[in-house]
């Protein structure tokens, strides 16, 4: 092909990088696209379009998550996820909306499609669908993600490990012990309500209130106050966690208990001494003038996002320095582009960007890719380390997945991996292995938002 376009145009220089338009506009046709362009697509992008949507869920990777596969005309395929612990629903109500779409016009089917998304897991399945497209354009034009994003600022991504609890600091701070002798270099811990709540004088709250009914009100809702004691022994147990691990390593703090706005201040400005890495979510991200009177009164970084869906509640928690830092999750927060978007807009305010992440090595490098090209991202959370066959999920990038703490950054086309499927079906939630989905193919509604 390539011979018979040189004979038929008399210029081998036509092939050089950068010679594209020029070759284009000598042959004046479209299908030769890989050729001008000297790119070495997989497939001919143009063209390409979506064809179906399948879909199977993961349990115990610890969480539960929804696996979706778009494929296409060309016979290439996208994988992407649906956020941990939502419903693949999420994801297959969308089908209808991309069926002959072409899944390399990322932007135009993500604002198509981003009404379907809303906090937390309602976004799952904009965001799975949105890194699946991402796969896709990159598997056609032969390119990782991160390049298709402006490249990178790093060479490896810095992860930081959830550990599981314990009530006694001594099993919980030789935990953390042991995260540092595997290489990780930022840690995070929980000092909830929880660790103190037992012990009679530590904890005001409505009386005969359970707590199913704590964990469904709003911290600022449930009448639950810290006394002195609580917050004294609750800040004696970080101290015991930072005598184990020392000062050096970032610690960063999370599931405080819903607690009151001035519980939560009390208990800041007490654990200051500590030094901890940030405070996470000690009030619902939905309350950005509670979060600054946190935040002005705490000599500790704060930082809220999991749950956020899109830039524009990041804006307005960044235009007033109400955190200190964002944590938006990549499967909620609208997917690599947005995510980066939104950790631009926060660099611009000099709000710096960790990750949360709880799923699977899919989107895990949705996630490498993402912070590899923002530069103001700190940290990505891992959730997994723990799963032993977490990373046989996926093949097609070197094992083990990080080493001492950090990520290697995916090189491949696209996501940069394929997944093994037959470590996917041992690991099956519910029967249903990308069988057929046709019942999601029509579209009954009508989506304009404007009149
Ligand atoms: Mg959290």
């Known amino acids: 092909m390539k011979k018979a376009i040189e004979k038929l145009v008399g210029r081998r220089d036509l092939f050089n990088p950068g010679a594209g338009a020029a070759t284009a506009a000598l042959l004046g046709t479209a299908d030769l696209e890989a050729y001008p362009q000297n790119t070495n697509t997989n497939s001919r992008p143009s063209e390409l379009k979506i064809t179906d949507m399948r879909m199977a869920w993961v349990r115990d990777a610890p969480m539960q998550v929804p696996i979706l596969r778009l494929d296409t005309n060309q016979g290439i395929s996208g994988w992407g996820e649906v956020r941990d612990g939502a419903d693949k629903r999420y994801a297959l109500m969308l089908k209808s909306r991309l069926l002959g779409e072409n899944p390399c016009n990322i932007d135009k089917i993500f604002r198509k ?19 699946a497209l991402w796969d896709l354009a990159g598997k056609a034009y032969n390119v990782p993600i991160y390049q298709m994003l402006g490249g990178k600022f790093r060479e490896k991504i810095r992860l930081y490990a959830d550990t599981p609890e314990s009530p006694d600091p001594a099993v919980f701070a030789e935990r953390l012990k042991r995260r540092m002798d595997h290489g990780f270099t930022f840690l995070k811990m929980d000092v909830g309500v929880r660790l103190v709540e037992n012990i009679p004088g530590t904890v005001s709250r409505p009386l005969g209130i359970t707590s199913r009914e704590l964990s469904q009100t709003q911290h600022m809702f449930t009448g639950m106050e810290l006394t002195d004691k609580g917050i004294e022994l609750m800040s004696e147990y970080v101290g015991k966690v930072r005598s184990v691990v020392g000062m050096e390593v970032p610690l960063a703090a999370d599931h405080f208990g819903h607690i009151g706005l001035n519980s939560c201040i009390r208990l800041g400005k ?8 940030w405070l996470e979510d000690m009030i619902p991200w939905q309350y950005p003038d509670l979060w600054k009177e946190i935040t002005d009164e705490v000599d500790t970084p704060t930082l809220t996002g999991e749950d956020i869906y899109l830039k524009e509640p990041f804006m307005e928690l960044c235009r007033k320095h109400a955190v200190d830092m964002i944590h938006p999750d990549l499967a909620s927060s609208g997917g690599i582009l947005e995510t980066k978007k939104i950790g631009d807009m926060a660099q611009e305010h000099g709000v710096a960007m960790a990750m949360h992440f709880a799923g699977t090595p899919i989107c895990f490098m949705a996630n490498l890719h993402c912070a590899a090209a923002t530069e103001n991202f700190v940290a990505l959370e891992h959730h997994s380390v723990d799963v032993p066959w977490w990373e046989d999920m996926v093949t097609g990038v070197p094992k083990p997945l990080y080493t001492a703490g950090f990520a290697n950054i995916p090189t491949g086309p696209g996501l940069g991996i394929d997944v093994v499927l037959d470590v996917v079906k041992e690991h099956l939630r519910e029967p249903g292995f990308f069988e057929p989905t046709d019942e999601w193919n029509e579209a009954r509604v009508n989506d304009r938002l404007w009149s």
């Not at 499609?113 to 890194?131: D, N, S, Y």
């Not at 007490?270 to 890495?277: D, F, P, Q, R, V």
């Open 113 to 131: 499609i981003k009404q379907f998304g809303g906090p937390a897991r309602q976004a799952g399945g904009v965001c799975g669908v949105e890194m």
């Open 270 to 277: 007490a654990l200051e001494k500590h030094n901890l890495a």
